[in-house]
């Protein structure tokens, strides 16, 4: 479920960041940073008094009540952390950098059920977990560099690996191909690329969005739903240009090492135009 905390929050917190800019809790912040966010960023971090010129909460219990939370901390946290945030600080919704969940153990893929039977629960937005974050032109919250160009007319990017999308800003960034946002759903339990693309298909406005979607596809959920929207969009004007990875024997088997990504059927991986 996609919502106005995910897309435009008005306050942000990030779990577990830090001054060190080479690594994810310390990328984050420097990206949100640099990237000009208007709203109000805060950070928590037991250790710490002041992380990159922002004044650290100890504590989640001292946050005040926040749109969105990012969190960059071990696995085995996640939940009760999302728990708390949603039920007590009113977070709505969660981008989870951490990895350690479904895409590698029965225990992880546990605590990722925790997670989403929480967010469910609350009418939370959670994109990840196991992911490089999410990329707009009103919060850049990713842990990875480059930044693109963003504009209102640049490509929506869709992807079902962190490691691809970066490899891929990398080359579109030196080619000049500019983006209007980068999505990277991690394993993607909740928010998959078909309900990106069912979002992005019922909140169309053909004056304002992008008109170009880019889709790296590992899993498909619900081949239907992704093929309705697609094919909507197309009608509506839009270019789709989709990979599906996974067809094969070997391609399933390195899909499912890195998201948890089951071999799916491939009925609605040619979505093209």
């Not at 309705?228 to 067809?247: D, E, F, N």
């Amino acid at each position: 479920m996609i919502n106005e905390q995910l897309l435009q929050p008005e306050s942000i917190v990030v779990i577990g960041g830090s001054n060190n800019v080479h690594k994810p809790g310390g990328a984050v912040i420097r990206n949100i940073l640099n990237g000009g966010y208007q709203g109000v960023l805060r950070v928590v971090n037991p250790k710490e008094d002041e992380i990159q010129g922002l004044k650290v909460f100890h504590d989640v219990k001292q946050l005040p009540d926040t749109d969105l939370a990012i969190l960059v901390v071990a696995a085995k946290f996640c939940p009760d952390y999302v728990d708390y945030l949603a039920k007590e600080k009113h977070v709505r919704a969660f981008i989870i950098i951490s990895a350690g969940f479904s895409e590698e153990t029965h225990e992880g893929a546990e605590l990722e059920q925790r997670i989403i039977d929480t967010c469910n629960q609350y009418g939370c937005a959670l994109i990840g977990p196991n992911c490089i974050g999410l990329l707009t032109r009103w919060h850049h919250s990713v842990f990875t560099k480059p930044i693109p160009n963003l504009n209102p007319k640049g490509v929506d990017f869709i992807s079902g690996s962190g490691a691809t999308a970066v490899f891929i800003l990398e080359s579109a960034v030196s080619k000049g191909l500019s983006f209007n946002s980068v999505w990277s759903i991690g394993n993607g339990k909740q928010i998959g690329i078909e309900t990106v693309l069912e979002y992005m298909d019922e909140h169309f406005d053909a004056e304002r969005d992008s008109l170009v979607k880019l889709l790296y596809i590992e899993n498909i959920s619900d081949p239907d739903k992704l093929l309705y929207h697609a094919t909507s969009l197309i009608r509506k004007g839009c270019r789709i240009a989709a990979i599906k990875a996974g067809s094969s024997e070997s391609g399933s088997r390195a899909a499912s090492s890195h998201t948890g990504a089951m071999a799916s059927s491939d009925s609605a991986s040619h979505v093209r135009n």
